[in-house]
């Protein structure tokens, strides 16, 4: 919605922008009477003389075409004193040929596009005698302000951010040009590290402060090329959160809605977060993974891929990554909810793994149902035949909670799965929960008095509903749905809970260890309007946790650029090419967790025979083999 309404929008201010006439007789002459520029942007985000003919003089600090003008500074000379009001402001016309440093006296009418004040040019004439760039200055400015509305003083006037900013966001870098940067680092979701309520929301109001868009100096949709990173972005040229940028410098903006920065000198932004060629190494004889495939569908046109061409590309990205990470065991999410059979999500992507790395690689999880639930998507399970074999049946959970819609909300949290296995090295057992539960949108509910409705604490919408989640599946599981008769369990997935909101709280109580707290500073796993935060998750309970040898996020996807992802949507013929590449990197939109498990070896080696007999009598026998 928001990217149509931005487009709708610039076609209509385009089709404002006429020819200029010629100067007219009351334009006078340099050095006449006319409107300060601080005058015209008076106090506040909207001038008090809009629809008003004026006549200004200043210095023409940037030109901007594909903004559809340029912009104009008051001379150092005739500014207002007031710190508060800006001292520059934007020209819009296309046919008034200036350069940076000219002066110009110009006659328009004061309007507000979208928040910015302007003046759509009438009349102008040009000093271009000498440059009077040096009789403008370029005001220092830094971030976090004081107020979220703080930079409207400089609206249009020439800034230099001398601090070192990071990346944070890149969400619209391919669509729009845009990179939004911090200060101190990337930002992070509140509730990833303060208590929801007042914590959360002071972290919010401070985090709201402490960005900027630097912006590409343009208006078009689907830039190409990318400007950045310099000269343009690629599949092998990227630029990635954490990156930082230092003395930026160029005129403040404001236009949809935030203050940006428009470039006057190139930003030359420094790796500080590298690719990797692999997760880090976590250890152990066994390493399990949970991954959000971001709608992996073999229905094309639904959720996930358009067409086959996309598919393919979704698929060689998904079997790089999953290939990469090497885990003996996964949990995903995001499958499409089709079944097991023939032409399935799940056979359709480990017919693709075992293509890529040997037949008989990687097999899946069949729990026996024909579909998991009733959502669109599903979670699954799939394995190592090599490394470890299923023990006795998987259970899946249904309730009102999962796999059904909630009668109260009409909502639903994806039904779980958990199937144990043993390591074929050892005969040791362990479980894997893997897990997906509802987002944080409205979706629909508009009723406050409801417990699900965001409560304004920071958590979003269904807290409670994911909280009651949490509580039940900790519940489930102690009732050993898998009738492993072993208390090592392993909760896996999207949680869609951030570290210290109630559903992560909920797991801990019920006697959970939570693994990213313990192995990794500030874990993330995904980005949302340029925070970061950790919604997947590992958590472990009975002797589990003890013999947990590493924990890693292997940060594929969430610092990477939507457009460096499978679809074609939105680039050109060119950028369709060299914007994709099928590696790891933006496979999706959750970065992978990876864990090393070394469990206790036998006492003796023909202990370990008799467990794995005990134990191959009870598997299942519905696993797929590949």
Known sequence: MLLTTRWAALGAVAMTLGALPSASAQLGGFGDPATLISQVQGLGATSQLVNNAVIVEGVVTAQFPLLGGFYVQEEDADTDGDAATSEGLFVSSTSFSVTPGNKVRLEGTVSEQFGRTRISLTSGIIDASQNYIG??????????????????????????????????????LGRFGE?????????????????????????????????????????????????????????????????????TTGIMGFNFGTYRLQPTVQPSFQTQNPRTSGPADVGGRLKVAGFNALNYFTTLDERGANDPVEFQRQTDKLVAAITSINADVFGLMELENNGFGDGSAIDTLVDAL????????????????????????????????????????????????????????????????????????????????????????????????NPDFDQGDGQGFFNDFRTRAAVELADWLATD?????????????????????????ALEAAGYANLLDQYINDPYSFVFLGEEGALDHALAAGSLAGQVTGVTEWHINADEALSLDYNVEFKSLGQITSLYSPVPYRASDHDPIIIGLNLPEPASLGLMFVGIFVVTMRRAPRQAAC
């Open 135 to 172: 009789q403008v200055p370029v005001t220092p400015v830094q971030l976090p302000t004081p107020t979220s509305d703080y930079f409207e003083r400089y609206e249009g006037m020439q800034v230099q951010f001398q601090q070192t900013l990071s990346v944070t966001e890149l969400f619209n």
């Open 179 to 247: 990179v939004v940067v911090s200060s101190g680092g990337p930002l992070q979701i509140p509730t990833n590290v303060v208590s929801p309520g007042q914590p959360a929301n002071d972290l919010a109001d401070l985090n709201l402060r402490n960005q900027i868009v630097i912006d590409d100096v343009s208006n078009q949709q689907n830039p190409d090329p990318i400007v950045y990173p310099t000269p343009q972005l690629s599949a092998g040229n990227t630029i990635r959160r954490g990156d930082t940028v230092q003395n």
């Open 354 to 449: 075992n293509a890529a790395a040997g037949a008989g690689t990687f097999a899946f999880i069949d729990p026996g149902t024909a579909t998991v639930g009733t959502d669109a998507i599903t979670v699954g399970l799939i394995y190592k035949p090599s490394k470890v074999t299923p023990s006795g049946d998987a259970a899946v959970l249904i309730s009102s909670l999962f796999g059904t819609p909630d009668p109260g909300s009409g909502s639903q949290n994806r039904a779980p799965i958990a199937q144990t296995f043993l390591e074929n090295s050892t005969g040791e057992m362990f479980t894997v929960a893997v897990n997906h539960f509802r987002s944080k949108g409205a979706g629909g509910l508009n009723d406050p008095s």
């Open 481 to 505: 749905p898998t009738a492993a008769d072993d208390a090592d369990i392993l909760i896996i997935g999207d949680l869609n809970a951030y570290l210290m909101e109630d559903p992560i709280k």
